[in-house]
Nanobody, 120 residues
Framework: QVQLVESAGGLVQPGGSLRLSCAAS????????MGWYRQAPGKQRELVAL???????NYADSVKGRFTISRDNAKNTVYLQMNNLKPEDTAVYYC??????????????WGQGTQVTVSS
């Protein structure tokens, strides 16, 4: 059974930094993409950053130059380094993985979500 386990978020002051991690567990065959989404109160879930197996990355315009996504393929883990955080980055952050696994055809999986609050 595939699970995505995220690290804890937290409370950060504006201008601060935070690193999130998400590890995929289970008998995984191929990970096609891993990424991060977020959902702020009253808003739709939105893509923050995505990393594909081919090595490409995509970022929301609002986080370009501040956030960096990276992966450790040996550990089936994706990271999101968030710098120069702003109050508008406050949201629940969700890990997402597009993968195939034992007895599970290719599909998307979601983490449980972790709260990131940027406030002084």
């Amino acid at each position: 059974q595939v699970q995505l386990v995220e690290s804890a978020g937290g409370l950060v002051q504006p201008g601060g930094s935070l690193r999130l991690s998400c590890a995929a567990s289970g008998t995984i065959f191929n990970i096609y993409a891993m990424g991060w989404y977020r959902q702020a109160p009253g808003k739709q879930r939105e893509l923050v950053a995505l990393s594909t197996r081919a090595g490409s990355t995509n970022y929301a315009d609002s986080v370009k130059g501040r956030f960096t996504i990276s992966r450790d393929n040996a550990k089936n883990t994706v990271y999101l380094q968030m710098n120069n955080l702003k109050p508008e980055d406050t949201a629940v952050y969700y890990c997402n993985a597009d993968l195939s696994a034992l007895k599970a055809p290719r599909r998307e999986y979601w983490g449980q979500g972790t709260q990131v609050t940027v406030s002084s």
